[in-house]
């Protein structure tokens, strides 16, 4: 299958799983993510916003604030094809920006620093047990990624049939960290 097959294919069968389903997995995953080395340490987190049949990360958000954690969001400028990390402080912050998704208000961006994220959470419609990723094919992240700093972890989050043994990779795609389901957490080996 190429890029495009698979992404109609995943994305049909993520949204065969169904809402109850979804949701007990999604709160397995938070639970984990939650008790992972990297989420302790960091204090800043770029947490996607989830839509439709994504692991959900709403409540994730809520209990990461009560953690005493500072939370970004991607705001995504599709003119300029740029991801822009936006701190908040809530969820009722946001309103539905590009592609339905909630994004901080483009009038009043609280833009931070990428080099301060300690954790970037990362969406994605399949990962590979080499922590590559695919995505919706606009290249947001893949774009973003790389003005982390070094020592930030990249966590991809999904529900296990999202897992494949190989993707096809393209020299522009960026490999993550860690890849996090609700049955197993696969970790990249990471060179510095």
């Known amino acids: 299958m190429n890029k495009s097959e698979l992404r109609k294919h995943m994305v049909n069968m993520r949204s065969r799983i169904p809402a109850k389903i979804r949701t007990e997995k999604s709160q397995i995953i938070m639970k984990k993510l939650r ?13 996607y916003v989830s839509i439709r049949s994504e692991v959900e990360t709403h409540s994730f958000i809520n209990e ?15 003119k300029a094809k740029v991801l822009l990390p936006c701190e ?18 483009k009038n009043n961006i609280p833009e931070v620093d990428s080099k301060g994220i300690d954790l970037a ?10 922590c590559n990723r695919l995505g919706f094919g606009a290249g947001y992240y893949d774009r973003f990624l790389p003005s982390l700093r ?28 860690s890849v996090l389901s ?9 060179i510095d």
Do not use: M
Request: aromatic letters at 6%.
């Open 182 to 190: 609700n049955l197993r957490l696969i970790q990249a080996e990471r």
């Open 150 to 177: 070094k020592s930030a972890a990249t966590i991809g989050i999904c529900f296990d049939e999202q897992l494949v043994e190989q993707l096809p990779v393209e020299s522009f795609d960026v490999p993550l960290d």
């Open 121 to 130: 959470v990362v969406p994605g419609l399949a990962f590979d047990s080499h």
């Open 88 to 105: 908040i402080s809530s969820l009722d912050e946001l309103t539905p920006g590009t592609w339905g998704i909630l994004e901080p208000d």
């Open 35 to 47: 008790s992972l080395q990297a989420y302790k340490e960091a204090k800043l987190i770029l947490v």
């Open 64 to 78: 990461a604030f009560e953690d005493g954690k500072r939370i970004a969001v991607p705001l995504t400028i599709s």
